[in-house]
């Protein structure tokens, strides 16, 4: 194709199947996304957070509050689901979790082994196979898919709201955090998850940290649940996925 963009069927076996996008900038993003059937608008959560970083505990907690609160949400909103597709953290329990929804993998492709084919240098991590689709982008790094990741899930939303959940998570979740909010996106921190997450909490109860987290913290686009209460977790993100809200 000429403007940036292919589209391919990825096969995990099993019978599972993903329809993905390679994108090669940022004007065949919006081409792409249509070309993968994520024609909006339609509310759209982004979630971000934790990867190899994540204890048992952690996710055992958020395992709860994503079959309690963030599932019954999505299923309730119609919503598309925007996260870093691969098979690690919070990327995996949302893909073991998914049943109906959308759920869209944004990633580095040459951070990542796709199905059927060997790893590449480096410590290329696989994609989560239960994902229905992903977005391949540019770059070389891990982080770099940042920027993508908040602006797939604005094009799939279009004029619907749009919010991303903040799970555990490290640097890279933290500049996911802030390419959201660099897009008008509110940003539900899921505080009792660990690491930047309670971070981020604990700068609102008035610790100390750098500078990037007190920004965050400190941010009227950034909002906070507790992961033990997910019906409050329920009610926030509803709200957020509200016309208006």
């Not at 909490?201 to 750098?210: E, I, M, P, T």
């Not at 965050?216 to 686009?221: G, M, V």
Request: charged share 20%; hydrophobic share 45%.
């Amino acid at each position: 194709m000429g403007d940036g963009r292919s589209v391919f069927t990825l096969d995990f076996g099993a019978g599972r199947q993903a329809l993905a996008a390679r994108v090669s900038d940022r004007d065949g993003l919006e081409a792409a996304v249509r070309d993968l059937g994520l024609t909006g608008p339609r509310p759209a959560v982004a979630i971000v957070g934790g990867a190899n970083g994540m204890t048992d505990a952690d996710m055992e907690r958020t395992s709860a509050v994503v079959a309690l609160a963030l599932l019954p949400t999505f299923a309730a909103t119609r919503a598309v689901v925007v996260d870093g597709g691969t098979d690690v953290g919070v990327m995996r329990l949302m893909g073991r979790a998914r049943d109906t929804f959308p759920l869209v993998g944004v990633a580095v492709e040459q951070t990542v082994v796709l199905p059927g084919r060997s790893a590449g240098p480096g410590d290329p991590a696989p994609l989560e196979s239960h994902h229905s689709h992903f977005v391949l982008v540019p770059g070389t790094e891990w982080g770099e898919e940042a920027p993508w990741l908040a602006d797939t899930a604005t094009v799939v939303a279009g004029s619907a709201p749009s919010a991303t959940v903040l799970i555990n998570g490290g640097p890279v979740s933290a500049d996911d955090a802030a390419e959201s909010l660099r897009s008008h996106r509110p940003v539900l921190v899921l505080a009792g998850t660990g690491r930047l997450a309670d971070r981020i909490q604990a700068v609102r109860n008035g610790a100390r940290d750098d500078d990037q987290v007190a920004h965050l913290a400190e941010h009227p686009l950034i909002h906070i649940a507790d992961v033990s209460d997910p019906a409050a977790v329920r009610r926030q993100l509803t709200a957020l996925l509200r016309p208006g809200g």
